[in-house]
Every structure is written in structure tokens, then in C-alpha cells.
T-cell receptor, first 115, second 111 residues
Framework: DQQVKQNSPSLSVQEGRISILNCDYT??????FLWYKKYPAEGPTFLIS?????DKNEDGRFTVFLNKSAKHLSLHIVPSQPGDSAVYFC??????????????FGQGTILTVHP | EPEVTQTPSHQVTQMGQEVILRCVPI?????FYWYRQILGQKVEFLVS????????KSEIFDDQFSVERPDGSNFTLKIRSTKLEDSAMYFC?????????FGSGTRLTVV
């Protein structure tokens, strides 16, 4: 089941620069998208979400962009900090109907921010 | 900040034994979930629970699995007869409506 794909297993960025994490999806029924950050031996921590009625959502250093026609979303972190080093998961959901709430996750991208 | 609490953090069990993983969701949340992550793989949906019943389950969630909300605060996942391939991190999550909050997980090791 490859409905949500993160094609880059890892990304390395210098502190202060922009980190761009990408995610593609295939299921056109998805209308709610989330990014999570995960440290080893911890649960995913919610970062930011976006509904399909928007193409951009911003929260501090984190911005998520959604391109519905391309079925693509990205997470921008500016400026990147060493504490941002973690695994980042993209997730998608249908916000209505009986499948509300089921998140489909990508494989994750390991972000390393170097001082 | 409200948290989803999971216990135990690590459980080792013999193959064939029953295990119960426990979760205390955030108190005003209405939707509850179990997910799991086998080492090196994606986080996978197992089951969602709303209004005291299962609203959706994946093909992973077979007859060996069950969920229960025995009182107003706990949400449990039971595996009746564990198999080696059930070894994974199990995450509980809850949400009022979006912005899901996950617990820190229970690492289940079946030996």
C-alpha cells in the first residue's frame, strides 16, 4: 500500500538553512494532511496540518504547501535548527465518512541538521 | 499540555500468550486509535474507535485483536495469542477532530 510516499529516506541540512521535506500521495479522496516529527522510542509528535481547501499553512518556522493537482505536499522548516533532527512523517486522511481519522503514513524522512 | 499516556512502555511476552496494552486518551477527545510500527517500517493503522464501537479496522486487525474502553478513561488493545510478527511499537492516539495526539508507545517484544 503506497498511497503516501516520501521518496527521500534522508536529508542533511546546515543549521540556519531551509529544510524541504516532500511527500506524494495517490488517493484523491485524501483531504487532510499532517506532518509529524518522531524521535526514537517516542510517539509521533504533531507538527502542522493542512486541509485540501488550502494550499498553504504556516506555523512559526514550519510551513506546509499543498499542490492538489500534483498530489504533492511539502514541509518547509526555516531556519533549520539542530533540534529539528528527527524522522519526519507525512500522513493523509479523509476527514469525513466512516473512515474519518484513519491516517495513512509515508515511510518517513530522516532529517539531520548540522551545526 | 494534555498527553496520551500508554503503559507499559515495554512488554516482553512469550509467543502464544495474551497481552493487553493500555492507553489513557486525552479526556475530552472522542476518537481513539491504535497504530503500530514494525521496526524499519511505516506506522500502520490498526483500528479506530468512536462512540464505544469500532468505526474502522485494517486487515492487520484480525480476530486475535480486540479493543475496549472499559471505563471512561482507559482504552485497551488486547492481542489474544501473540505471534513473533506482532513484535512492534504500538501507538495509541486520540483526537477531538484532527490534530491527532499520539502516546509515546509500547514496545512489544514477542519471544
Amino acid at each position: 500500500d503506497q498511497q503516501v510516499k516520501q521518496n527521500s529516506p534522508s536529508l542533511s541540512v546546515q543549521e540556519g538553512r531551509i529544510s524541504i521535506l516532500n511527500c506524494d500521495y495517490t488517493n484523491s479522496m485524501f483531504d487532510y494532511f499532517l506532518w509529524y516529527k518522531k524521535y526514537p522510542a517516542e510517539g509521533p509528535t504533531f507538527l502542522i496540518s493542512i486541509s485540501s481547501i488550502k494550499d498553504k499553512n504556516e506555523d512559526g518556522r514550519f510551513t506546509v504547501f499543498l499542490n492538489k493537482s500534483a498530489k504533492h505536499l511539502s514541509l518547509h522548516i526555516v531556519p533549520s535548527q539542530p533540534g529539528d533532527s528527527a524522522v519526519y512523517f507525512c500522513a493523509a486522511a479523509r476527514a469525513g465518512g466512516t473512515s474519518y481519522g484513519k491516517l495513512t503514513f509515508g515511510q518517513g524522512t530522516i532529517l539531520t541538521v548540522h551545526p | 499540555e494534555p498527553e496520551v499516556t500508554q503503559t507499559p512502555s515495554h512488554q516482553v511476552t512469550q509467543m502464544g500468550q495474551e497481552v493487553i496494552l493500555r492507553c489513557v486518551p486525552i479526556s475530552n477527545h472522542l476518537y481513539f486509535y491504535w497504530y503500530r510500527q514494525i521496526l524499519g517500517q511505516k506506522v500502520e493503522f490498526l483500528v479506530s474507535f468512536y462512540n464505544n464501537e469500532i468505526s474502522e479496522k485494517s486487515e492487520i486487525f484480525d480476530d486475535q485483536f480486540s479493543v475496549e474502553r472499559p471505563d471512561g478513561s482507559n482504552f485497551t488493545l488486547k492481542i489474544r495469542s501473540t505471534k513473533l510478527e506482532d513484535s512492534a511499537m504500538y501507538f495509541c492516539a486520540s483526537t477531538p477532530r484532527g490534530g491527532y495526539t499520539f502516546g509515546s508507545g509500547t514496545r512489544l517484544t514477542v519471544v
